[in-house]
């Protein structure tokens, strides 16, 4: 479906968006969330990573920004300062200018974020601690605020956070819309939610991975993954990739061996301190601007990453449960481009991810059987 048919008479607001020229038709996240959005409802969004869930709700969100009221109108949570910032670059692609988004993450000046509230933003885009410290200072209206967005959701609903999320919803208007946005809803996510939310839609598209990616195999000895590693890598010419390990010990370990071998490489650890969030951040940059050609890391390493143009996942050891290898492979293939995914894994290890496969409803191919760059 195209946007004009979506948005209706909203469409006149975006027509002209150049956010929207790379866009012909609608992805069908979009089709089934923008509507209910529009209408006010609260709302469950579910779809796969690389669906378009981020413009799933700051499209509708941007059609409904009231210009004469020079406050906040809508906030966006995210669990990750990556993520948050990620959507703050789509959202800032809307407007025509840049002042008109704020984004408020920890580990940031503080002062800085202070003067950028101080233009009266539309939409603030953020981490959940850095947004309700700034709510509880006084810094923060919420008295305009239409929309509440928690994207990733089954990060942001957990215990510990929720006397901070009670507090938020608390904090806003009574009609204050809300949205909850995730590649994976969880039973115990939407019960923690649905107490705040009013006869919420719920939008699921399931599970399902695109057909874009293709998925392959690679049989060896446990011993030899790393060398294995390296020479696909080096055979198949590969300039952008995500190499997934499970244990936080190897990354390093991986990354060490690839630059020690000519393949440009650097670790992407979990965030604790400022210092580790400036260096995933040069690292993340890295990879985007083309100066490495690999990122090594964990699946909660890796949770809101978004690399536009990401060609491969190569996962050195398959991941424990099915919604992890679909976490994974959602990091590559955004879009409609497409990706591939290697997985490179024993004999014994086979056999596993052919049963995950079956139950993703993918067809995973023998890499020994494709003799030229997999298609």
């Not at 507090?167 to 819309?177: E, F, N, P």
């Not at 100066?291 to 990401?310: F, H, N, Q, Y």
């Amino acid at each position: 479906m195209n946007f004009q048919e979506i948005f209706g008479e909203n469409w006149h607001k975006l027509a002209n968006n150049q956010t929207l020229a790379n866009f012909e038709t609608s992805t069908d996240i979009q089709t089934q969330s923008i509507p209910q959005i529009l209408a006010g409802r609260d709302i469950f969004i579910q779809s796969p990573t690389g669906s378009g869930k981020t413009l799933a709700y700051l499209l509708p969100i941007f059609t409904m920004l009231k210009s004469d009221v020079k406050s906040t109108q809508a906030i966006v949570i995210a669990p990750t300062y990556e993520l948050a910032a990620q959507i703050a670059t789509v959202a800032r692609n809307l407007f025509e200018h840049n002042e008109d988004v704020a984004l408020l993450i920890g580990g940031a000046d503080k002062r800085r974020q202070q003067t950028a509230l101080k233009s009266k933003p539309k939409i603030v885009v953020g981490t959940l601690g850095r947004i309700c410290e700034f709510i509880a200072d006084k810094k923060l209206s919420v008295h305009y605020v239409r929309t509440l967005v928690f994207d990733e959701a089954d990060r942001l609903f957990i215990p510990e956070n929720m006397p901070q999320i009670q507090g938020l919803t608390k904090s806003v208007l009574r009609d204050t819309q809300i949205a909850l946005a995730s590649a994976t809803m969880p039973q115990k996510t939407v019960e923690l939610a649905a107490p705040l939310m009013k006869d919420p839609a719920e939008i699921k598209l399931g599970s399902k991975i695109p057909k874009n990616i293709k998925h392959y195999f690679v049989i060896t000895d446990g011993r030899k993954k790393s060398e294995r590693l390296r020479n696909l890598i080096h055979s198949q010419n590969i300039q952008k990739a995500l190499i997934f390990v499970n244990m936080s010990y190897a990354i390093d370990k991986i990354t060490t061996a690839l630059n020690h071998h000519n393949i440009p490489a650097k670790s992407l650890q979990s965030a604790q301190t400022t210092a580790d969030k400036m260096a995933r951040k040069a690292a993340i940059t890295a990879l985007r601007d083309g100066k490495i050609r690999t990122l090594v890391s964990t699946d909660a390493g890796s949770r809101g990453l978004d690399i536009e143009d990401l060609t491969h996942v190569i996962n050195l050891d398959i991941p424990a449960r099915e919604k992890d290898y679909l976490h994974r492979v959602g990091r590559c293939g955004r879009a409609g481009a497409d990706g591939i995914v290697l997985n490179i894994v024993t004999e014994g290890e086979a056999t596993t991810l052919k049963k995950m496969a079956k139950k993703l409803g993918i067809f995973i191919h023998n890499y020994k059987k494709i003799e030229k760059t997999p298609k």
